[in-house]
């Protein structure tokens, strides 16, 4: 494609120093295109990212159930299914095979929000502290961030389209209302 968009320069512009800025124009489409994220891969980060305040609280009750970390995280795992289940999954796997608790819950770090719940997890094994309380708070708290995020998204959006009423109207307010009144005053003056 970007390949096609310098030719295309070359041949809008039809001379042989058209190479050159044709050649930049490619350059810049390869790099612009190479910084889009795909479609697939911006839709598993979101439906993880909405999955999260779910996976806490199962995690949180198969943890008040009594069963291990490992098996709960699996479980849990095979519940969501999707891009988040499959992290999980790798995470429940590693921390049956014995890795750390930094290396197997590093599987969720490039879910947004899920920080906290790699930061909680690893406290956790680390104190022995209770991993479902802070799980609990966690669900609370990514519920009430998406909760906020929603409301700024609303209140922007409103923001928004007054921009394009006011493009509309303002042109008709002053063509109907102002420019008879200003022919007005001006024909009774001449």
């Known amino acids: 494609m970007a390949a ?7 041949a809008l512009v039809g001379t042989w120093w058209a190479v050159a800025p044709g050649m930049a124009v490619g350059a810049g489409v390869w790099r612009f295109l190479g910084t889009r994220e795909p479609g697939e891969v911006r839709e ?8 999260l305040p779910l996976c806490a609280d199962l995690l949180a ?6 069963a291990p970390v490992d098996r709960a995280v699996y ?8 891009p988040l289940g499959d992290r999980l999954e790798r995470a429940a796997r590693s921390l049956r095979l014995g890795a750390g608790p930094d290396e197997a819950w590093a599987h969720l770090s490039d879910v947004k929000g899920a920080d906290r719940l790699v930061v909680a997890a690893v406290r956790s094994s680390a104190s022995g502290g209770a991993l479902a309380g802070a799980l609990t708070r966690l669900t609370d708290d990514l519920r009430a961030d998406r909760g906020l995020a ?18 509309c109207f303002l042109p008709a307010f002053v063509l109907a209302g ?11 003056v001449l």
């Open 4 to 10: 096609g968009v310098g030719a295309g320069v070359v």
């Open 44 to 51: 598993a980060r979101l439906r993880a990212a909405a999955d």
């Open 61 to 66: 009750a198969a943890l008040r159930a009594g």
């Open 75 to 82: 479980a849990v795992a095979e519940a969501l299914g999707g």
């Open 150 to 167: 929603a409301e700024t998204a609303a209140q922007r959006a409103g923001v928004l389209i007054v921009l394009p009423l006011g493009l």
């Open 178 to 188: 102002l420019v008879p009144v200003l022919v007005a005053l001006i024909g009774d």
